[in-house]
């Protein structure tokens, strides 16, 4: 929990604070049998109402200092808990943030998401803990032993025997709850990936007709979070009537020797008030160290998941030589012997990969699934970094440029287009913030979409559901496609982003996109798209197979000839 804790260090005046108000209500507690005491012996039994007026007013008076100061530490217990959880998720999504895709895989989104939320929530509930009753419960039954000690070191023998002994019983017990916790959680991951998986392809489930599949599956996974939740929670109860019998017991023979004590006259009533007194505060206490050791464990579990994340560095960054005033202009690109592998994965998904797109271009990549068109596009961006060779924009090694401006200069648009919720003005401007209404429009015209958004209930301030649900496959490709236009970029990148579009939209698309200043690469498996562009990328198992026009390439290779072929034969099919 080292990395999680120095979370806390903005925190250390106001715990100080929260940590000497409680230490106010502690002596009021321990003090308060004392004055009972006294009341008892000095005032009751001796007839003296001065006395017990006197001393009532005292007990009365250090029981509003005890509130006044249990209300000040609760307030900054609050405090320091909810800032230091805020703090510790911005810091979990910056990280995750900042991770290449290589490191982002090594966790699911799933647990992420329990991570950012269920743990943290876990550690912010220890810390709070941790300011209002954590040190108190001890030091209660530490002050309690000692206190009833100096009353009567007969009477407290009891209590001395006893209560370390459930201690011991306490922190076994809960040696086991931390391995339980831990798989708690992991069970907690398996749920909500489920569920996250049943939300997002709520019309995919229905279509198949999988629902009963899906909660047979949901019900298996949430019991065994509940089995799981159990087995851990019962271990920690099922302690807590075991030591209350012990303290119970344990008062009822301080009750039993004190009358002996007191009819023999070798101790004061009130002296023996005092000791029962302190005997239930301690048993209160070990209810308390119960739950608090719940807590613990449970955050014990969670603190090192989020240290995982913490701890994650990211492996993509600007290189010691990146020059911050260097800007893609042109759009050339050149790769130069390129080869990459996935990480955790022997076959190279490119290998030695060589070619020149010259600036102002559109190349036009083909190739069968698994050939190697999209990693070609990760490594554009530095979304991967290669493992040989060298990538190129206008005679530059990539490493040359931050990554801030190397990606600022490229428009990319994913083979799945992803829209966010919020309104159709808000996803374009993720392309450029300070958009105006103006560029907005002239994107959305490019991008063969306006007239669908002027249609829309709110037009350009329409909402859009998660994951642009509210709109057609080729509407999220067109309007994903106007997001990359507006930051005008100069190198464009379109991974099968038409795919969804007939071929007359698909034809004024790439009339528009010929009026922008930039190299345009565009992955596509259509060979009337292909046709136009002014040279062709040909991959085969991540190698370079040809690269020319599509004349020149009907010449000189027989697998672009057979693609031909085979979609003309589809077309005529059809």
């Not at 709070?128 to 040190?135: A, N, Q, S, Y």
């Not at 807590?240 to 009822?252: A, C, D």
């Amino acid at each position: 929990m080292r990395r999680s804790a120095t979370f806390l260090k903005p925190y250390t005046w106001a715990m100080v604070l929260a940590l000497l108000l409680m230490l106010v209500e502690l002596v009021v507690e321990l003090w308060h049998p004392l004055l009972l005491a006294q009341v008892i012996d000095d005032g009751i039994l001796a007839d003296d109402a001065a006395a017990v007026l006197r001393l009532g007013g005292w007990m009365v008076g250090i029981a509003l200092a005890g509130f006044v100061a249990g209300i000040l530490n609760s307030y900054l217990a609050a405090h320091v808990s909810q800032g230091y959880g805020y703090d510790i998720r911005k810091r979990m999504f910056a990280t995750i943030q900042q991770l290449s895709f290589a490191g982002f895989s090594r966790f699911s989104t799933a647990t992420l998401i329990t991570r950012l939320t269920s743990d943290v929530t876990q550690l912010q509930n220890l810390v709070f803990m941790g300011l209002r009753i954590l040190p108190r419960a001890p030091l209660i039954m530490l002050g309690g032993l000692i206190l009833s000690l100096l009353v009567n070191a007969r009477l407290a023998l009891i209590l001395l025997v006893v209560t370390p002994l459930l201690l011991g019983l306490l922190v076994w017990i809960m040696n086991r709850a931390f391995r339980l916790f831990e798989s708690v959680q992991e069970r907690l991951d398996r749920t909500n990936g489920i569920l996250r998986d049943n939300l997002g392809g709520m019309r995919l489930i229905r279509a198949f007709v999988r629902r009963v599949h899906e909660i047979a599956r949901f019900a298996r996974a949430n019991t065994e979070l509940r089995d799981r939740t159990a087995s851990a929670l019962r271990t920690i109860e099922l302690t807590l009537p075991l030591m209350l019998l012990v303290m119970n017991l344990s008062i009822l023979v301080v009750l039993w020797l004190g009358q002996e004590a007191v009819r023999s006259s070798d101790i004061a009533v009130g002296d023996v008030v005092a000791i029962v007194n302190y005997a239930t505060r301690i048993t209160g206490a070990f209810h308390v160290v119960s739950f608090i050791m719940t807590g613990i464990s449970r955050a014990y579990a969670s603190s090192g998941r989020i240290e995982e994340v913490l701890a994650a560095e990211p492996d993509i960054v600007d290189h010691p030589q990146a020059d911050p005033s260097l800007r893609i202009a042109g759009g050339e690109l050149s790769f130069s012997g390129v080869s990459f592998r996935y990480p955790g994965t022997d076959r190279p998904a490119l290998e030695a990969l060589t070619f020149t797109v010259k600036a102002g271009q559109t190349a036009a990549i083909l190739g069968a699934t698994g050939s190697g068109k999209s990693s070609l596009f990760q490594l554009i961006p530095r979304l991967y970094d290669v493992d040989e060779g060298t990538i190129r924009i206008d005679g530059h090694d990539i490493r040359n440029y931050t990554l801030a401006q190397l990606r600022r200069g490229i428009g990319y648009v994913p083979q799945e287009a992803l829209l966010f919720t919020g309104t159709v003005a808000h996803n374009l401007r993720w392309g450029k913030e300070d958009a105006t209404e103006e560029e907005l429009r002239q994107a959305a015209v490019d991008a063969q979409i306006h007239e669908t958004i002027a249609d829309l209930s709110a037009g350009y301030e329409t909402m859009l559901g998660q994951k642009g649900v509210n709109l057609s496959g080729g509407q999220k490709q067109r309007l994903s496609i106007a997001r990359s236009l507006i930051r005008r970029p100069r190198l464009l990148m379109l991974d099968d982003s038409t795919s969804a579009l007939d071929a007359r939209t698909e034809a004024q698309l790439m009339a528009a996109l010929g009026r922008y200043p930039c190299t345009t690469l565009l992955i596509t498996q259509k060979i009337s798209t292909a046709m136009e562009a002014d040279t062709i990328l040909l991959l085969e198992d991540g190698r370079l197979l040809a690269q020319g026009t599509h004349e020149e390439l009907l010449r000189t290779t027989p697998l672009y000839r057979q693609i031909v072929r085979s979609q003309s034969e589809q077309e005529v099919a059809t």
